[in-house]
């Protein structure tokens, strides 16, 4: 898995226990699955159709910096299904994982679009193809 975002628990992230509010964490989440689909699908209208179960294994408190994972699922034909791990950065404990977040790419009607792809493309190989 690919960890791409930190973020650092700030006061404003907390909940009343003092430890990171559930609802911020899902908000990175759904933000950060967002971008990712955005770029793989290139479709900038891409949205959250789904996310399964959420498991929360562990808190975080103020000060805590966390990574967010992403790792690709499955290409369907408007979509992309992630899967997420979100750890304390220093000690490496998980967080929260989530198995199936479903991204699905739309067209200017709000339909979902075919998007033709079927594996994980990276920027600096569609920049080298002509």
Same mark, same amino acid.
């Given at each position: ?23 911020? @964490? ?6 950060? &699955?967002? #971008? ?6 290139? !479709?900038?209208? *891409? ?22 994972? @992403? ?6 034909? &408007?979509? #992309? ?6 750890? !304390?950065?220093? *000690? ?39």
């Amino acid at each position: 898995m690919n960890f791409h975002t930190r973020k650092w628990i700030k006061p404003q992230d907390l909940n009343p226990n003092r430890s990171l509010f559930g609802g911020r @964490l899902l908000e990175w989440i759904d933000e950060e &699955a967002a #971008l990712y689909a955005i770029i793989q699908l290139e !479709n900038p209208r *891409t949205v959250t159709k789904y996310i399964s179960e959420i498991d929360f294994k562990a808190s975080a408190r103020e000060g805590d910096i966390v990574e967010i994972g @992403l790792e690709p699922v499955k290409f369907g034909t &408007a979509s #992309l299904t992630l899967k997420c791990e979100v750890r !304390n950065k220093m *000690t490496r404990e998980t967080i929260i994982t989530i198995d199936k977040i479903v991204m699905v790419g739309l067209d200017e009607n709000g339909n979902a679009k075919p998007h033709g792809k079927t594996q994980i493309e990276y920027v600096k190989n569609r920049l080298e193809h002509p």
